[in-house]
């Protein structure tokens, strides 16, 4: 392709390891023409490196939000000093704003262009490796394991986009102008079987974990992602077949501590237990996160979060926050259970307008670090616990229930809790729902549940009913209640951003 691009869409940031500085430096920009850039191996490895970067938008500002948020797990903690914020707002309150399919929410719409940016940059590498020589004697094995990681990368990408909105432009070359970018939109079904093409090419060309660079995608990340398809696809023996063979491959296995599982801010990153995750950098380099700044409860003094956050120039923070753990989810955990104390933590804030100005935050991300808002630890997204619940599920969906109880009981042992008492298949069901939704809390997964179980209506009307009957108890000052259209939209998917129906005549 002899159309220019612009090389900032290929910037060369890393997500590798972050003790790896080689993949830490950011290439200058500049204007090429991919027929002049795309001429050697290292070429396509910065390229490459360029596709994960969206990952770290995407989970630092959208995906908990449109994921964990818009769920019964989390809620945001009303100021109503602050004003409106509508858009994590609506997300959170099921009121998603919806004219013709369409929304002008920003979060759903920086979901959807991170999403594509990934995509952009995956069909770009995609489009050349295969006319590239590359040198030396594993040249062929390096070309394999780049087109591996842009395969996973795109059909992640178009995964979360299946799943978020159930329909999408599919793009499978690059764009080379806006009018080529206006594509009819693809189905659930069509983008279902792209995502499965392109996870079964990881599959074959990745390495395992133990063979792969930290952080990048592996044939293990690659089969989980695939699994979880075949998950929501309800295709139990096929996911059981790849779930199987993860466990089977010895590359993973359970941290003993459940606070281990999770990277702090400088370390512990891509551990043992760790399928994919998304990797940042805590400092000046513009690598870094600030998740858990946005999940605080505010207004919060310097000297209330200074133990929080463990940081030597802590800032007081006012305005609104998000993702605060529901009474529901808190009251989820078994007496005994380990992962509570680990994953939730309460605060006292002084300035709270809220009679009893206690609140829950998100323990799990608050790792201490040296920056204000500046951190450092990696987002997971798949950890071995899922793979170990999604075996268990798949077994006992298939009406081996027997064959289920041990994996289910790997990560309940972990947690400090005794043998599952569930004999039944639906026992089991249940004791599997409720497993992942402690195991995997503020992981972005409960939405995606409530959705693939066709859970959503009746969990959320009960949810959104126990809200509005009890705003105090759902982080509201005396007085202040949900607004009038809460829990008005219980669509299992998104409405498409507005503002790129301007784009094309498709949507």
């Not at 900032?8 to 500085?21: M, Q, Y």
């Not at 077994?395 to 790997?410: I, R, W």
Request: net charge neutral; proline share 5%; charged share 20%.
């Amino acid at each position: 392709m002899k159309k220019k691009i612009i090389l900032a869409s290929l910037i060369g940031l890393a997500v590798t390891s972050c003790n790896n500085d080689k993949f830490l430096t950011v290439i200058p920009q500049t204007a090429l023409s991919s027929a002049t850039f795309f001429t050697k191996e290292a070429d396509f490895v910065q390229a490459v490196n360029a596709t994960y970067v969206p990952l770290r938008a995407m989970y630092n500002e959208a995906a908990w939000a449109m994921e964990e948020m818009h769920s019964d797990n989390t809620y945001y903690a009303r100021n109503v000093l602050f004003g409106a914020v509508e858009n994590t707002q609506n997300i959170a309150d099921f009121a998603i704003l919806n004219a013709g399919g369409l929304t002008a929410n920003t979060i759903v719409l920086n979901m959807y262009r991170l999403n594509y940016q990934i995509i952009a940059r995956a069909n770009q590498v995609l489009s050349v490796i295969d006319k590239v020589e590359f040198s030396g004697a594993a040249g062929a094995e390096s070309k394999n394991n780049l087109k591996g990681q842009a395969h996973f990368l795109r059909g992640f990408a178009y995964f979360q986009l299946a799943r978020l909105f159930g329909k999408a432009p599919m793009h499978l070359t690059p764009v080379a102008n806006r009018e080529e970018a206006a594509s009819p939109l693809a189905t659930t079904a069509d983008l279902y079987n792209q995502v499965e093409k392109d996870l079964l090419e990881g599959v074959k060309l990745l390495p395992v974990k133990s063979k792969q660079e930290a952080g990048r995608a592996t044939s293990g990340a690659a089969r989980t992602a695939l699994a979880n398809l075949y998950m929501v696809q309800k295709k139990w023996a096929e996911a059981e077949k790849l779930l199987a063979e993860i466990v089977a491959s010895g590359e993973y296995s359970l941290m003993a501590d459940y606070n281990d599982a999770f990277s702090t801010t400088s370390g512990n990153k891509n551990n043992r237990e760790s399928v994919f995750e998304v990797q940042y950098l805590e400092g000046a380099a513009g690598l870094n996160g600030n998740q858990i700044y946005r999940f605080i409860p505010t207004p919060i003094t310097a000297e209330e979060l200074k133990p929080i956050t463990g940081t030597s120039n802590p800032q007081a923070i006012s305005g609104e926050n998000n993702n605060i753990p529901t009474p529901d989810l808190i009251a989820a955990y078994e007496p005994g259970d380990k992962r509570k104390d680990i994953s939730i933590g309460s605060v006292t804030l002084s300035q709270s307008l809220r009679e009893n100005k206690t609140y829950p935050y998100i323990k799990k991300y608050a790792r201490t670090h040296a920056q204000h808002n500046n951190t450092g630890q990696n987002w997971p997204i798949y950890r071995y616990a899922e793979v170990l619940l999604f075996l268990a599920e798949a077994l006992n969906e298939q009406g081996k229930t027997g064959e289920a109880v041990p994996y289910l009981n790997q990560v309940r042992s972990r947690a400090g809790l005794a043998a599952t008492t569930a004999a039944s298949q639906a026992a089991m069901r249940d004791a599997i729902y409720r497993e992942r939704r402690v195991e995997l809390a503020f992981e972005n997964k409960r939405w995606y549940d409530l959705v693939r179980t066709g859970r959503v209506k009746d969990v959320i009307t009960a949810y959104g009913a126990r809200i509005k009957a009890n705003p105090q108890d759902y982080y509201f000052p005396k007085g202040a209640v949900p607004p009038p259209n809460a829990f008005t939209n219980l669509e299992d998917y998104y409405p498409l951003p507005a503002v790129e129906a301007a784009l094309t005549p498709h949507f």
